[in-house]
């Protein structure tokens, strides 16, 4: 454990000294998202404390399955009255979605690089697979014990967030975690069926759709996929149940990165990225607002779409040459 770490007992002492909770982290909120914020508030309750969850989005629809997800509350501002507000897995206040939480004594724990540092308390680990590695700490630190809810929503959190134990971010301390987990009660069978196998038939049709309209740039190493509103409704699926399609592409050896764009409105274009070992496609969803990890990012633009994905290839092309020789 790292307990060495002064943020982490700055945390504890906070939050033993405090008894209202409010937590959020980052709008769209991935299994991170649910899994950090779920495991943390089950620990505090355990202590006897409140905690209510405050999310401007709702979880994604496979996520219902796991315990607290239901009772996670969708606004767009926080009301009540709460000692501390703690947020996770989100790189600035701005991308909860929610506001409010500037009035209460805020604590910060993130794995994006460039947090902004936004709270009272604020730890910081890029080195984190998941945020919820950190929340892991966190709740040894308290000295809760590792219920079978607490666990299974930092394993949640640590399989989506490796996208299923492939990203570089994974170190010996991420298998450490999840067999403490998995000895806790975790059944990572049952969650992995809850996860990735509990799809609708629109989900499959639209991949397919995406899928058979993908195209490959002229290196023959990224490739390039799409989906608007009318694919969507002619497939009977919905944005949602695009989730985790960008990682099929990476499926194909020859494939270094994906760029995914999902029509807005108009011009407008959420844009995801995804890449193998050391091409890092973070710095080019920064040059356009947005930010994430080496592997995987994505930021919102806007223009003509020809000349956005010409663009943005051409970064990514820069980016494959660019990277230390051999990975
Ligand atoms: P996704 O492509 O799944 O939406 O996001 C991939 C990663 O990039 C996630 O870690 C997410 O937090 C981050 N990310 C996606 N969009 C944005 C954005 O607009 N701004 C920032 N700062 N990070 C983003
Ligand atoms: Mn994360």
Redesign the pocket.
């Known amino acids: 454990m790292t307990t060495s770490v002064p943020e982490i007992q700055q945390i504890v002492d906070a939050v033993r000294t405090r008894r209202r909770f409010v937590l959020s982290s980052?709008s769209?909120p991935?299994g991170?998202?649910i899994g950090s914020q779920l495991a943390m508030a089950y620990a505090l309750r355990t202590m006897g404390k409140e905690a209510e969850i405050i999310n401007v989005d709702p979880a994604p629809a496979p996520l219902m399955a796991f315990p607290g997800v239901a009772d996670i509350q969708l606004a767009s501002s926080v009301d009540g009255d709460f000692d501390a507000a703690i947020i996770m897995?989100?790189?600035?206040l701005k991308?909860t979605g929610v506001s409010g939480f500037e009035r209460f004594f805020v604590i910060n724990i993130d794995h994006?690089p460039?947090n902004e540092a936004y709270g009272q308390i604020n730890w910081f680990d890029a080195s984190a697979a998941a945020c919820s590695e950190m929340v892991y700490d966190v709740v040894r630190a308290l000295g809760v014990p590792l219920t079978r809810e607490i666990a299974t929503h930092i394993y949640l959190a640590i399989l989506t967030?490796t996208g299923s134990f492939h990203y570089s971010s994974i170190s010996p301390r991420t298998f450490e975690i999840c067999r403490e987990c998995m000895a806790a009660g975790v059944d990572p069978v049952l969650v992995a069926r809850n996860v990735y196998d509990s799809n609708n038939m629109g989900r499959l049709k639209l991949f397919g759709a995406v899928l058979g309209a993908m195209q490959i740039d002229q290196s023959g190493r990224i490739a390039i996929v799409y989906v608007d509103h009318e694919m969507a409704r002619a497939a009977g699926g919905t944005y949602e149940d695009t989730?985790g399609l960008?990682n099929l592409p990476l499926t194909v050896k020859e494939i270094e990165a994906v760029v995914?764009f999902k029509q807005e409105k108009g011009d407008e274009y959420?844009?995801?990225?995804?890449s193998k070992g050391d091409v890092d496609i973070?710095a080019i969803?920064?040059e356009?607002?947005?930010?994430?990890?080496k592997n995987?990012?994505?930021?919102?633009i806007s223009g003509p779409i020809e000349e956005l994905q010409r663009a943005i290839v051409g970064k990514i092309e820069s980016a494959i040459n660019g990277r230390p020789a051999g990975r």
């Open positions: 980052h769209r991935d991170d998202a897995e989100c790189g600035d991308r994006h460039g967030d989730e960008i995914f959420r844009v995801s990225l995804r973070n969803a920064k356009y607002g947005g930010g994430g990890h995987a990012s994505g930021c919102t």
